[in-house]
């Protein structure tokens, strides 16, 4: 069965560090979300893809987050420098036509920040 | 702006024990209504959804109505099983900038004892 493959797993690093995370979505999906999950609280949307353009970023920290989509396929999410703030899981999700609620999550990452 | 107000968890109870989790919405507009599933381990699964006053959602025995009258949408199961121990997330869906946005609640994690 299909899914969203998202590396690495777990991930801890020291504040003000570079850490990068990265999704590949199912096969044939145009759209692609990165989500952050603070403990405790439910998915918020980060950006959100269509093909390699950004369609939404509104909610997306632009001094210290970025994210790239430069082949309209995988995609890679970094922060740089990381806070201790950021520790959160990172969920990437990926749907055939432009609906959220289509989406397919991966697994997601799991950041903490030390 | 949008908003989902779901029960505080933890949620612990026995085998085949009813249950029902509390959900409550603000929004501008008809937003269709979900409820997502995260199993340990493992992403966001759609569990069910409604897309219109009083629409019955239902999946694994499993069911929400879209109450527009009280801006609700509870979940319900007559008889869980330990492989229902999860944390459920209550979400909306609204519309911004021509892309369908998810808006989740803070999760409620539900505990099944054998």
């Known amino acids: 069965e299909a899914e969203v493959a998202q590396s690495p797993r777990y991930k801890i690093t020291e504040k003000s560090q570079a850490v990068a995370f990265w999704c590949d979505p199912i096969s044939g999906h145009a759209t692609l979300y990165w989500y952050r999950q603070i403990l405790g609280q439910g998915p918020e949307l980060l950006v959100q893809f269509q093909d390699e353009s950004v369609v939404d970023d509104s909610q997306l920290p632009k001094d210290r987050f970025s994210a790239e989509r430069l082949k309209g396929v995988d995609s890679t999410l970094k922060i740089q420098p990381a806070e201790l703030g950021d520790s959160a899981m990172y969920l990437c999700?990926?749907?055939?036509?432009?609906?959220?609620?289509?989406?397919?999550f991966g697994q997601g990452t799991r950041l903490t920040v030390v | 702006g949008d908003s989902v107000t779901q029960m505080e968890g933890p949620v612990t109870l026995s085998e085949e024990a009813f249950l029902t989790i509390n959900c409550t919405y603000t929004a501008t507009g008809y937003p269709s209504l979900f409820w997502y599933v995260q199993y340990p381990g493992e992403g966001l699964q759609l569990l069910l959804k409604a897309t219109k006053a009083d629409d019955k959602g239902s999946n694994k025995g499993f069911e929400a109505t879209y109450r527009k009258e009280t801006t609700s949408f509870h979940l319900e199961k007559g008889s869980v099983q330990v492989s229902d121990s999860a944390v459920y997330f209550c979400?909306?869906?609204?519309?911004?900038?021509?892309?369908?946005?998810?808006?989740f609640g803070k999760g409620t994690k539900l505990t099944v004892n054998p």
């Open positions: 999700a990926s749907s055939l036509v432009r609906r959220a609620s289509e989406a397919f």
């Open positions: 979400a909306l869906s609204g519309s911004q900038g021509g892309s369908e946005k998810l808006v």
